[in-house]
């Protein structure tokens, strides 16, 4: 059952309102505490991506696309934040600095898909412990259109504890975005958890520097 959409864009705004002007533009972070939640379990190790129907503005997702020939190119076009081809990707095996700072730099990794086996090699050490794997790509595939679809997506992890906490906008995106972006989250992790929405015991928002505000789910 969805959580009312007037109740999280109430939230919203008093979080908005309660935060203090930085000098930067403060994200706005969702705070998930579940409930009845076997850590052993499958349902104890959530790991999901979720597509938001608004791209976070101002912090929009950076994406690295490691391919060759005419998926480079089309990537290079599509404006991807970064386009790695066969070559320079071969002479990055061994540099455990510039990996790391690749690994740090970049949210997601579209692949090329005949090339998976050449990064897990040489990025697989970096990106696994950062939960970054790499996603393949078909050769033919719509790049364009991928790039789109992942400057919108958010990885939703839960660690050692049952806590989720992801970030679903910033403080100059319009309420109703970041409100529709939490439902997105809340709806993805319902249809996730064994007895839905009866295993969130409390859901909060906060801007980077605020206290947090507490939605009633």
Do not use: W
Not at 105 to 121: I, Q
Not at 149 to 170: A, E, F, W
Request: with cysteine; net charge positive.
């Amino acid at each position: 059952m969805p959580v009312n959409q007037k109740v999280i864009l109430n939230a919203v705004r008093e979080v908005k309102e309660k935060s203090k002007k930085r000098n930067f533009t403060q994200s706005v972070e969702l705070i998930i505490n579940l409930k009845d939640i076997d850590m052993k379990s499958p349902e104890g190790r959530i790991r999901q991506q979720i597509e938001l129907p608004h791209q976070i503005s101002e912090k929009p997702n950076k994406i690295c696309v490691i391919a060759s020939g005419e998926l480079a190119l089309k990537a290079k076009r599509a404006k991807a934040d970064r386009v790695i081809e066969r070559g320079e990707l071969e002479g990055l095996a061994g540099k455990k600095k510039e990996l790391r700072r690749l690994g740090n730099e970049y949210d997601f990794f579209l692949v090329e898909a005949p090339l998976m086996p050449t990064v897990g090699k040489i990025l697989g050490p970096v990106l696994g412990p950062r939960g970054k794997m790499p996603i393949p790509v078909p050769p033919t595939a719509d790049i364009a259109a991928m790039l789109k679809k992942y400057r919108k997506m958010i990885m939703v992890r839960m660690r050692n504890q049952p806590v989720i906490q992801c970030r679903v906008g910033t403080e100059k995106m319009p309420d109703e975005e970041i409100a529709a972006n939490i439902q997105a989250v809340l709806n993805a992790l319902e249809g996730k958890l064994k007895r839905g929405i009866k295993n969130i015991k409390s859901t909060y928002i906060k801007t980077s520097m605020s206290a947090p505000v507490k939605i009633q789910v």
